[in-house]
């Protein structure tokens, strides 16, 4: 069975500061995705990862895939309130198996 | 096509009491999934589309639940008896194909009281 662990489970910070959120697989997957879900909607897909030792920006965010393509973070620079949200990391075969998520949350 | 869409938004039922959702996917999306997720964790997979043929089900999957894509569009997700263990957030999904970018509706709630 794949399974995606990830940490912290919550996060609270003020505006303006930096953080960062870890994904762990207990196997390889194809690719690794990062999506971001507010309340009431459904995920929706910021990044997707396939290469070990891959990083792409999306502007304050930085995701990062490890070289063995068993973890990934995610980088979020100068938190805005608009961060706000449960991010998810999913392994991405012919189905998509979820993370437990982080919930971040910031303060203004 | 303004995306997924799924009906009802929420549900509130009787324990024992059967339920059905539906969603529609993107229409151009021949891949259709159904998620459900509980307060505090990530969509746990269900089911899954190509067309009309259910290519996967969870083992976590009870007989009570099924679901359906009878003419390769919309899908319907049918709880039978429900139980307040089936409370929760139905999601759907719609991708082009395998591999390729899943799209989210804005899911069901279900209660069971």
């Known amino acids: 069975t794949q399974l995606l662990e990830q940490s912290p489970q919550f996060l609270s910070i003020q505006e303006g500061e930096n953080l960062t959120v870890y994904c762990n697989s207990s196997?390889?997957?194809?690719?690794l995705q990062w999506y971001r879900q507010e309340p009431g909607e459904g995920p929706v897909l910021l990044v997707t990862v396939v290469t070990g030792g891959e990083v792409k920006k999306l502007k304050r965010l930085t995701f990062q895939f490890g070289d063995a393509r068993k973890d990934s973070s995610l980088h979020i620079t100068a938190a805005q309130p608009g961060d706000t949200g449960l991010y998810l990391c999913a392994g991405a075969e012919d189905k998509v198996i979820f993370g437990p998520g982080t919930s971040l949350s910031v303060i203004p | 096509d303004t995306g997924v869409s799924q009906n009802p938004r929420h549900k509130i039922t009787k324990r024992g009491q059967n339920v059905t959702f539906r969603c529609d996917p993107i229409s151009e999306h021949n891949r259709l999934y159904w998620y459900r997720q509980t307060l505090g964790q990530g969509p746990e997979f269900l089911t899954y589309?190509?067309?009309?043929?259910?290519?996967?089900k969870s083992r976590l999957l009870s007989d009570r639940f099924s679901a359906e894509r009878p003419k390769g569009s919309f899908s319907t997700l049918e709880i039978q008896r429900t139980e307040q263990g089936d409370s929760a957030m139905y999601l759907c999904a719609s991708s082009l194909g395998p591999f390729r970018e899943q799209y989210f509706g804005p899911g069901t709630r279900l209660t069971v009281t």
């Open positions: 589309f190509q067309n009309e043929a259910q290519l996967e």
């Open positions: 196997s390889v997957f194809s690719s």
